[in-house]
Nanobody
Framework: QVQLVESGGGLVQAGGSLRLSCAAS????????MGWYRQAPGKQRELVAV???????NYADSVKGRFTISRDKAKKSVYLQMNSLKPEDTAIYYC????????WGQGTLVTVSS
């Protein structure tokens, strides 16, 4: 029974920061690729950042240098530190894990005001 629960979204001014958290159950973090997707109104869902079971990270070009993904094996959690936020970062952010099968959480809304 895989479950991903996101938290940490909210309203922030452009240039500010937020830290998103994802609490996972029913997975083995050390074996899984975990990450964050986002979907803005009128746009397709896109991959924002991932971290593999081996610790390798990858980021979308639009967030490189501003966002940092991390994980905590003991807490079965993955985090997304978002700095220098821009209005175009406004979206619903979804936690993701690939094992035992592709799973997304319900999402948390991030709104960045100009």
């Amino acid at each position: 029974q895989v479950q991903l629960v996101e938290s940490g979204g909210g309203l922030v001014q452009a240039g500010g920061s937020l830290r998103l958290s994802c609490a996972a159950s029913g997975i083995i973090v050390s074996l899984s690729t975990m990450g964050w997707y986002r979907q803005a109104p009128g746009k397709q869902r896109e991959l924002v950042a991932v971290v593999t079971g081996g610790g390798t990270t990858n980021y979308a070009d639009s967030v490189k240098g501003r966002f940092t993904i991390s994980r905590d094996k003991a807490k079965k959690s993955v985090y997304l530190q978002m700095n220098s936020l821009k209005p175009e970062d406004t979206a619903i952010y979804y936690c993701y894990v690939n094992l035992p099968f592709d799973t997304w959480g319900q999402g948390t809304l991030v709104t960045v005001s100009s």
